[in-house]
């Protein structure tokens, strides 16, 4: 039975905190069923009816996420909690990014502090070369290396109006790091950001999400690889973390470039 609009908008602006709860006894080795029903307290009446039925369908075997009904509300609840200023762990493809919304000073600056990076700058992605205008300038060698298949992070000089819609992100410096979605999750953020519209033309017009995007691993710490080794290592830094089931096989961080020319 499905729960009235209200209660699921409820049940998702909770995910985070039960989640995050949930994370620290599974570490401790309670059983999953066992840590549900030790967090129950954290949601409200109606929500913990539809846990008590996912309590019943993960003793018959279901992944939580499954019996929870979340795998579609999955790429909304991030991009809620991107925009209420939360930090998300992103899992990629050679690793985990630490990502949060670019126009959100405050995200931004509990990013540094948690990071262990005070000054250096962060870099940014974008739906596409568009979503630049105004933004950075772009010559057309610039657009080819950003849009190219290895998806580098590319160094753009900034215009006037960056350091005003993104502040924090690159300060002191003339230029800023760039770079376009390149893992599924990336589109789906941006394509849910976009408002889930038909067909493809959307993945060329400008789009006004802006996230912050850096390596997500400790200070002084190798990269992140495995979804275990981001609940323990990562639990400090991130408020919630996005993973799925493809092994990361080797770490590799972006590359980044100036082009000349």
């Known amino acids: 039975e499905k729960l009235p609009a209200v209660h ?54 279901q992944s939580l996420s499954t019996a929870l009904e ?7 609840v991030s991009l809620r909690l991107l925009r209420a200023g939360q930090i998300v762990a992103i899992k990629g493809l050679g690793g985990f990014h630490l990502a949060c919304d670019a126009a959100n000073p405050e995200a931004v600056a509990r990013l540094r502090e948690r990071k262990q990076r005070p ?21 057309a060698a610039e657009t080819a290396v950003l849009e190219s298949a290895e998806r580098p992070i590319v160094l753009l000089e900034k215009r006037a ?35 889930r519209p038909a067909g493809t033309d959307w993945l060329d017009e400008a789009q006004p999400l802006a ?5 997500a691993n400790p200070h002084g710490e190798p990269l992140v690889q495995g979804n275990d080794e981001a609940l323990e290592r990562l639990s400090e830094i991130a408020d919630v973390l996005l993973m799925h089931n493809r092994d990361i096989v080797v770490r590799c961080d972006d590359s980044v470039l100036r082009v000349r020319s």
């Open 211 to 215: 996230l912050v995007m850096t390596s």
């Open 119 to 139: 000054h250096r700058p962060l870099a940014l992605m974008v739906a596409n070369c568009a979503s630049l205008k105004g933004l950075a300038k772009l010559s």
């Open 8 to 61: 699921q908008r409820i049940f998702m602006y909770e995910l985070a905190r039960f989640y995050r709860s949930l994370g620290i006894l599974l570490q401790g080795g309670i059983p999953l069923v066992t840590a549900m029903g030790m967090v129950r307290g954290l949601l409200t009446v109606a929500s913990r009816t539809r846990l008590d039925q996912a309590c019943e369908r993960v003793r018959e075997g």
């Open 70 to 76: 979340l795998n579609h509300l999955v790429t909304p």
């Open 161 to 195: 109006g960056f350091d005003a819609a993104f502040p924090g992100i690159a300060p002191d410096t003339d230029e800023v790091g760039v770079l376009l979605p390149y893992a599924p999750i990336h589109y789906l953020l941006f394509h849910e950001a976009a408002g």
